[in-house]
């Protein structure tokens, strides 16, 4: 068979336009003289589409819109996922996830997902009845066994049995030739990998070749890194679009391989997901630039080159906020940065608003009152002064705190939290370091000067001050952060690898008392197993006396 992969980066809700983009495709599939064109999971609708499922009104739109598009299907074959009420006379959820057959301008056959995942960032059973046990779908005198997301993922590749039934299998006992699967699978780093060692562990233990086709763009919090891919029975890969980007890409189940493209090594794929995430949101949500605090320091000059790269030096403006704590050389740093990037650079000093709260407030406050209140002023000022600019400007606004601040509770509510995304509020900072140095790289200049790197980490707030003064050294923080968020493990646990268990403990009580903040921040682009918000969700009221 002459298969079409139609990789889109489609808008949730814009089901016009996501109906214009799907035809071009098919029109391509067309004058490829592909048999059959493959899209992901809901490309009607773009994933996840969320309580946009409650409307009646947007459910009827899929109906209709598939039964349109179905019109453009002469001469070539199309799978596309929508959304279809349930039969309402049989208990369950009233809607179906779904993947309609489109043969010579009608709807030839339906497959309904049959496994609906329920972790991470998924909440499928509510909103969708599982479907039955697929069977192979005729097409061109050919058996195609068609798949949905999860009705690939075999239980090594998901880490435990989640199932009892396995749609793959079945597809294979009767008769399908070859295995199509229509998926929207977040990133993550490394995930990438797994996805394709997931699909050879399919093909090795039904035989079939796989053709896989994800989703692309970011969608809020999450991105989808593309990478749509087919594998033959023998193992063969035989083609793989782009990553982090539309593409197309036809191949012949018959013939050799064709265009494989690299996935890239992880903080490659890191640094285009941010940059896809940032583009995306900007443009989904009609911004066209960005406004950010730029200190100096390793977090916002790798927030203002991401930000530089994805969208244009043009449309990037940082302010500089010193105050009296604020040292010569992250000023200095601040402006080489900008130069570096191009970007447009504002200093606005804030001693004058500083010394003006200190006024207001020193003679109705004890005169003990901790030095964090202090800090916290600062940091809120500097907070208004971007939100300013973002009003004024209309510029959306970013936050710049890395995951082992957000985790830690090492950041100022309504001060650096504020913003209308958090770009790199799922990367660690260790390795954010990491991520600095490959932009660098790949660069071929110093974008963020050697001089940030080399400087200990401070918020400067107050004199002297350094991040370890409360926390511990990042190196060990971020280990303990992802034993215990990311792997789940135990206070017992992560004291029996090796670790301090003072220092275990005081690591946890920062994470659980910091629930609260994290439940007010931007939205966090994800790319680790866990991120804070959809991915990882916990009580801000409650105790862990028992870890």
């Not at 109906?19 to 996840?48: C, H, N, T």
């Not at 009892?164 to 295995?179: C, F, T």
């Not at 006024?359 to 907070?383: K, M």
């Not at 830690?408 to 958090?422: A, F, R, V």
Request: net charge negative.
């Amino acid at each position: 068979m002459k298969i079409a992969l139609a990789q889109i980066n489609p808008i949730i809700g814009d089901i016009s336009g996501n109906s214009q983009k799907i035809v071009r495709m098919i029109d391509s599939a067309r004058q490829a003289g592909a048999d059959l064109v493959v899209f992901s999971e809901l490309s009607l609708l773009g994933y996840p589409p969320r309580d946009l499922l409650v409307r009646q009104s947007f459910i009827s739109a899929s109906v209709d819109a598939v039964e349109q598009l179905a019109k453009q299907c002469k001469g070539v074959a199309a799978l596309v996922g929508y959304v279809r009420p349930a039969d309402t006379t049989k208990p369950g959820r009233r809607l179906e996830n779904a993947a309609a057959l489109l043969v010579d301008g009608a709807v030839a056959a339906v497959h309904v997902k049959t496994l609906l995942p329920t972790y991470d960032v998924f909440d499928e059973t509510r909103y969708f009845r599982p479907g039955p046990m697929p069977a192979p779908i005729e097409l061109n005198g050919h058996r195609i066994g068609v798949t949905i997301c999860e009705d690939l993922w075999d239980p090594a590749a998901l880490g435990e049995m989640l199932y009892e039934s396995d749609p793959v299998l079945r597809l294979r006992e009767q008769g399908a030739e070859v295995i199509i699967n229509m998926s929207a699978s977040p990133f993550q780093i490394g995930k990438s990998s797994l996805r394709e060692e997931m699909i050879r562990r399919q093909v090795e233990r039904t035989g079939l070749p796989i053709v896989y086709v994800n989703q692309v763009g970011g969608n809020d919090e999450l991105i989808f890194d593309g990478g749509s891919m087919v594998i033959l029975a023998d193992g063969t890969l035989l083609g793989r679009c782009k990553s982090f980007q539309e593409d197309f890409l036809v191949v012949d189940t018959d013939a050799l391989p064709v265009r494989c493209e690299n996935p890239g090594e992880d903080m490659e794929q890191l640094a285009e997901a941010l940059k896809l995430g940032l583009r995306d949101y900007l443009r989904k949500c009609q911004f066209e630039s960005v406004v950010l605090g730029l200190s100096g320091g390793i977090d916002s000059a790798v927030v203002a080159t991401i930000a530089a790269e994805a969208i244009g030096p043009e449309n990037v403006l940082a302010l500089a906020m010193p105050s009296r704590y604020s040292s010569e050389h992250s000023l200095a740093d601040a402006r080489r940065i900008a130069e570096n990037l191009k970007i447009r650079l504002v200093e606005v000093p804030i001693e004058p608003i500083h010394s003006a709260y200190e006024q207001s407030l020193t003679p109705h406050l004890p005169e003990d009152y901790p030095d964090t209140t202090d800090q916290n002023i600062q940091a809120r000022v500097r907070g208004n002064i971007i939100m300013a600019f973002s009003n004024a400007l209309g510029y959306l606004p970013l936050a710049t705190g890395n995951k082992s601040e957000l985790a830690t509770g090492y950041c100022t509510l309504y001060g650096d939290m504020s913003g209308g995304l958090c770009l790199i509020g799922d990367v660690p900072k260790t390795m954010v370091y990491r991520l600095a140095r490959y932009l660098n790289d790949s660069a071929g200049k110093e974008l963020i000067p050697e001089s940030v790197f080399a400087k200990p980490p401070s918020a400067e707030l107050k004199p002297n001050q350094t991040d370890q003064d409360k926390l511990p050294p990042y190196e060990i923080l971020d280990e303990i952060l992802q034993r215990y968020i990311e792997q789940g493990q135990s206070i017992g646990e992560i004291v029996s690898a090796g670790f301090d268990e003072q220092i275990v403990r005081h690591v946890v009580k920062m994470v659980v008392s910091a629930e609260y903040k994290r439940r007010q921040a931007a939205p966090t682009l994800k790319v680790t197993t866990r991120a804070f918000g959809p991915s990882r969700q916990m009580p801000i009221a409650c105790r862990c006396d028992w870890d």
